[in-house]
C-alpha cells in the first residue's frame, strides 16, 4: 500500500470511494488481520481525514450503509468507538491533563535512570530484540500510521514485556503518527493497560500475533501472564459542557484543526464574512504531522474561502475586525486550549452520541440508531 496521505478532503472522499466496496462483510472478516506495511491494509486508512474531519463520521457511515446496508455494521461501530473516545474525553477532561504530567514525569524518570532511559531507546529506536516490535517502531515513524491490531500489540509490549511506562508510549505515537488524536490515542493505552475498563488489560500472545500477522512474525519472550496496571484516583465524570446556540447575522467564523468541513457545520442563519485558521499541533508533533495539519487547514481555508465567498486566511491579530468569532466545538485537547473566547457550536453527531459515551463502549453502540437517526448527512 501506497502509504503516503495528502491531507486534503479530496483525498479523503477518493480514499474513502476506493475502499468503500469492502466496507461490508469484508471488512469484518480481514480487519484483524496486519498483512504488512507494503500490501493494501485490510482496514480503510482513513483515519487520518477523520481526525481533522476533512471527512466526517456521518459520511463514512453513510457510504458503508448504502454500499452494504446493516453487513456495514462491523465498520459503523468502529468509527463509533472514534466518538465514544471523544465523548469519555470530554466528560472526564482530568484524564488529558494526568497523562500531560505523567509524559513530564516519564521523561524526568529517563533523564535520572540511565537503566529506563536505555530500554525506552531501544524501544523507539527499533533495537529490542523483538524483531516485530522494531519493525514495527521503525514504521511507525517512517510512514505515519499502523494498523488497529499492530497498535494493541505494540502499545501491550510496551507496557507489559519492556515495562516502559504508558504515558512515554502514548507520546512516541502522538509524535508521529498521522492521525494521532487526544482521546483515541490516551484512552486506547490505557484500555490496553488496563486503566480504562478497570482491571481488564490487553495482552500480546505470541500465537495471536503469528496468525493476524500472515505467520511474518513469532515472537518470543513476551510476557503474556503480566496483570493489569493500576491507578489511585478514578477520573472524575463531569457533566458535559453545553455548546452556545447558533448565531444570527454576520460572523467571523474560525477554524481548527480537529473540525475542518465547515461547509457542513450547523451555523443557523449566521453568515460568515470572514474566515479565520488556527494550527495547534499535538505536542512534540513531529515535522510530518505539523506538515499534515498545515496542508488540511490549507485546504480547508482553501474550500471555506470559495463556500462561503469572503476572505480566508491563518489568523493574524485582528482578523476578525469587529465581527463576533464563531467555532466548531473543539474537543479536549491543544485546539480546544488555543481557542480564543468564542461562540462554540456542536455538531448534531457529538451534541447526540457524546453524553451517550460516559461509561463503558456498550453505552454509546445501544444509542447508535438514535445518533444515526437524529443526523443527517449533510449537517453532521
Ligand atoms: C494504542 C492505540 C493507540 C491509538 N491511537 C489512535 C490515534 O491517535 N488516533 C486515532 O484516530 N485512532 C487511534 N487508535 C485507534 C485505531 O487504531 C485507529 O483509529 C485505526 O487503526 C485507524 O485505521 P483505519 O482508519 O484503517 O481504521 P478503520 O478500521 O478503517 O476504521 C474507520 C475509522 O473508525 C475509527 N476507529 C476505528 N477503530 C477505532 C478504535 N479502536 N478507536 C478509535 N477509533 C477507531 C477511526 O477514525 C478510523 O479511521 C489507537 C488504537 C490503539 C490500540
Known amino acids: 500500500m501506497n502509504r ?5 478532503r479530496a483525498a ?8 468503500t466496496p469492502r466496507l461490508g462483510r469484508t471488512y469484518a ?5 496486519d498483512p504488512g506495511p507494503d500490501a493494501e491494509t485490510s482496514t480503510t486508512a482513513l483515519s487520518p481525514y477523520l481526525r481533522r474531519r476533512l471527512i466526517t463520521e456521518a459520511e463514512v457511515v453513510a457510504a458503508a450503509h448504502e454500499a452494504h446496508g446493516m453487513a ?5 461501530s468502529e468509527v463509533f468507538w472514534r466518538t465514544y473516545f471523544k465523548g469519555y474525553l470530554e466528560t472526564h477532561p482530568t484524564i488529558w491533563a494526568d497523562y500531560l504530567r505523567l509524559v513530564a514525569e516519564g ?4 533523564a535520572a535512570n540511565s537503566g529506563l532511559r536505555s530500554t525506552y531507546e531501544r524501544a523507539v529506536e527499533g533495537r529490542t530484540g523483538i524483531e516485530c516490535f522494531d519493525n514495527w517502531a521503525r514504521e511507525l515513524v517512517e510512514d505515519g500510521w499502523m494498523h488497529n491490531h499492530t497498535r494493541m500489540w505494540f502499545s501491550s509490549i510496551w507496557i507489559f514485556t519492556l515495562r516502559l511506562p504508558w504515558a512515554l508510549g502514548a507520546a512516541f505515537f502522538l509524535r508521529h503518527l498521522l492521525d494521532g488524536d487526544p482521546a483515541s490515542n490516551t484512552l486506547s493505552w490505557r484500555w490496553v493497560a488496563g486503566l480504562h475498563t478497570r482491571g481488564k488489560h490487553y495482552l500480546a500472545r505470541a500465537g495471536n500475533i503469528r496468525r493476524y500477522t500472515e505467520g511474518r512474525y513469532d515472537p518470543a519472550g513476551l510476557d503474556e501472564g503480566a496483570r493489569p496496571l493500576s491507578e489511585d484516583m478514578e477520573a472524575r465524570l463531569v457533566p458535559l459542557p453545553l455548546a452556545d446556540p447558533t448565531p444570527d447575522g454576520p460572523v467571523a467564523l474560525l477554524l481548527h484543526i480537529d473540525d475542518l468541513h465547515p461547509e457542513s457545520l450547523p451555523l443557523g442563519s449566521a453568515t460568515v464574512e470572514r474566515v479565520g485558521g488556527l494550527v495547534a499541533h499535538v505536542p512534540g508533533a513531529d515535522g510530518r504531522v505539523r506538515a499534515a495539519d498545515d496542508a488540511a487547514m490549507a485546504d480547508a481555508l482553501a ?11 491563518l489568523i493574524a491579530p485582528e482578523w476578525a475586525g469587529d465581527l463576533p468569532v464563531v467555532s466548531a466545538w473543539a474537543p479536549v485537547g491543544p485546539s480546544a486550549d488555543a481557542l480564543p473566547l ?3 457550536v456542536r455538531r448534531p453527531w457529538d451534541e447526540v452520541a457524546w453524553p451517550n459515551a460516559t461509561r463503558g463502549f456498550f453505552q454509546l453502540r445501544s444509542a447508535i440508531s438514535k445518533v444515526l437517526q437524529s443526523v443527517s448527512s449533510d449537517t453532521a
Do not use: I, S, Y
Open 303 to 313: 474550500r471555506a474561502g470559495e463556500h462561503f465567498g469572503c476572505p480566508a486566511d
Open 29 to 33: 472478516a480481514e480487519r484483524n488481520a
Open 4 to 8: 503516503t496521505f495528502t491531507l486534503t
Open 107 to 110: 521523561e524526568a524518570r529517563l
Open 12 to 19: 479523503g472522499l477518493a480514499r474513502l470511494g476506493t475502499v
Open 72 to 76: 456495514a455494521e462491523k465498520f459503523v
Open 342 to 344: 468564542c461562540v462554540r
